[in-house]
């Protein structure tokens, strides 16, 4: 089976969470053994190259940014398709409601020749065969706010890499300077993240914060206003696969996302496998039975909570081998024996392939 892999354009313009799931998901997937009733080949598929009817079946990835159109073509052309969503969980069924209200006061106003971006995204995961989400509030997010029949949605999250089980801070220390207890934030440097409002919430508590990641290159004052700040140390970006990453989450006292919101985030699950507590936004799609004691969520605009709960962990640090143990299960083998599982449910054996 040839399975191609698309998304939008732009995507690997830039590195994030996304981009990251995307090239772990197809190098596990071809790493699987061969096996009945077809064997497996995932690809990147280069639309300006390739015909979308080359492969057997399609997988696209985020239900935004104009894909409902890859899923439109697909099936024009006869191929079951597979939709990871990557929705907020913050969709629900008053502001799917209101949604669908914009949506047809939009069209009315332009005689139907504009669409939102609300009917998109539905567009997109009407037409998908398969939908999957990251966990079970996002799946609640696409049945409630989209009016999406529950059968067709698989929940599979991601996966973490090895090197973060294996984080140790030798590394870390040696290359900063930085000795004792810090809290560490990763991922973009941007007004959404809110590096700023944690900043400015431990301002007080004389814990260093170190941020790892690219600023937005719309809003160049945010890190400005963010190193002017004495606490605050940058390290800029660094590559996934860096050691200095891995030894960073395992030196941090805290990883903290104070986002506006999140999907799945991967930075959580990797700090949770360096053995490292994590505070972050309630708006995600992240469940994890029994983590209470590592981590802790708090509305993205609560700076008294932030502070709180990370002088909690300061004060009561959980045993890094049961951190670990929240998300040993979470390899990418085991997100890719799902998908690889919810593509052949496709292709029943008397079926022949579609097109």
């Given at each position: 089976m040839r399975v191609g892999i698309l998304s939008y354009p732009m995507l690997f313009q830039r590195d994030g969470g996304l981009q990251i799931q995307v090239r772990e998901t197809i190098a596990a997937l071809?790493?699987?053994?061969p096996g009945p009733p077809r064997g497996l080949r995932v690809e990147l598929l280069d639309p300006t190259r390739e015909r979308v009817d080359d492969y057997d079946l399609?997988?696209?990835?985020?239900?935004?940014?104009?894909?409902?159109?890859?899923?439109?073509?697909?099936?024009?052309?006869?191929?079951?398709v597979v939709l990871s969503a990557l929705l907020s969980p913050a969709w629900d069924h008053r502001s799917g409601i209101v949604a669908r209200l914009a949506e047809r006061l939009t069209g009315k106003l332009t005689t139907w020749n504009v669409q939102t971006n609300?009917?998109?995204?539905?567009?997109?995961?009407?037409?998908?065969?398969?939908?999957?989400?990251?966990?079970e509030p996002e799946r609640q997010a696409i049945i409630s706010g989209f009016q999406?029949?529950?059968g067709k949605i698989q929940v599979y999250p991601n996966g973490v890499n090895p090197q973060f089980f294996g984080a140790d801070e030798t590394l870390f220390?040696?290359?900063t300077g930085i000795v004792g207890p810090f809290v560490l934030v990763v991922g973009?440097?941007?007004?959404?993240?809110?590096q700023l409002g944690l900043a400015r919430a431990l301002l007080d508590t004389e814990l260093p914060l170190v941020?790892?990641?690219?600023?937005?290159?719309?809003?160049?004052?945010?890190?400005?206003?963010?190193?002017?700040m004495p606490h605050v140390n940058w390290l800029g970006a660094l590559d996934h696969a860096d050691p200095l990453l891995a030894s960073a989450y395992g030196a941090a006292t805290v990883v903290a996302l104070p986002s506006q919101g999140e999907v799945f985030p991967l930075s959580v699950l990797e700090a949770l496998a360096a053995g490292t507590p994590v505070l972050m936004t309630v708006d995600s799609a992240l469940e994890l039975p029994g983590a209470d004691f590592a981590l802790k969520k708090v509305r993205w605009d609560d700076p008294c909570g932030q502070r709180l709960a990370v002088r909690a962990l300061l004060e009561a640090p959980p045993e890094r081998g049961a951190v670990r143990a929240l998300v040993s299960h979470l390899t990418w083998e085991r997100v890719a024996a799902q998908i690889a599982s919810c593509y052949l449910s496709l292709f029943p054996a008397e079926q022949?392939?579609?097109g």
């Open positions: 071809n790493r699987l053994p399609i997988h696209v990835f985020s239900a935004i940014n104009g894909n409902y159109r890859i899923v439109e073509l697909a099936k024009e052309r006869g191929l079951p609300y009917a998109q995204s539905k567009r997109a995961l009407q037409l998908a065969d398969r939908v999957i989400a990251l966990g999406i029949e529950p220390r040696r290359v973009a440097i941007s007004p959404y993240k809110n941020l790892i990641g690219a600023p937005q290159r719309s809003d160049p004052v945010y890190l400005q206003d963010l190193l002017r022949p392939r579609p």
